[in-house]
């Protein structure tokens, strides 16, 4: 079936510092990632939508400077968190459409800013 | 803009008997989709169901099974014989259906423990 490797699975960085979070289509093209935000025992909160070839469309009090999303290939989107601050530690899932209105998650990224 | 609550923040069921989550949803549209995903600790999105709002038919999948009540916009899902892996989180999700990809709009998630 098809897969989103999300890689780091965890990482911890220093505030001030970016950091960045890759999803890959192994199997598939993915014209489409999508780019969640999970608090701890929360849901899953939408930050902003990639297509291959154009800008990101963030939702609404998603800072597009701090989030930045790149979705150069069909296989590759990345979410570079620049200028981490503590309050940016959180769990990063992508996801990207299969086809069919099918969807696959990546394994998710713990991100701690310290 | 659509919205999709769970009502159940915990729920505990013991081993081989069944249980059932609630959802319900609010949306001005016609035509979506509807999803039902499991969390796990490894917190891994898995897609448990997904049912089609012009689809009268409720879904099934295997143990899992959902009963759409679209005038009453109600999703709710029932697990039959449960398992000791279904422990995990359930998010109920909505879907617009614009022919293209689209978002997931997220319910705020059922904890559901199975015990022995």
Known sequence: GAVVSQHPSWVICKSGTSVKIECRSLDFQATTMFWYRQFPKQSLMLMATSNEGSKATYEQGVEKDKFLINHASLTLSTLTVTSAHPEDSSFYICSAETGSYGYTFGSGTRLTVV | ?116
């Open chain 2, 1 to 116: 803009a659509q919205t999709v609550t769970q009502s159940q923040p915990e729920m505990s069921v013991q081993e081989a008997e069944t249980v059932t989550l609630s959802c319900t949803y609010d949306t001005s549209e016609n035509n979506y989709y509807l999803f039902w995903y499991k969390q796990p600790p490894s917190r891994q999105m898995i897609l448990v169901i997904r049912q089609e709002a012009y689809k009268q038919q409720n879904a099934t999948e295997n143990r899992f099974s959902v009963n759409f009540q679209k005038a009453a916009k109600s999703f709710s899902l029932k697990i039959s014989d449960s398992q000791l892996g279904d422990t995990a989180m359930y998010f109920c999700a909505f879907m617009r259906n614009t022919g293209t990809a689209s978002k997931l709009t997220f319910g705020t998630g059922t904890r559901l423990q199975v015990t022995l």
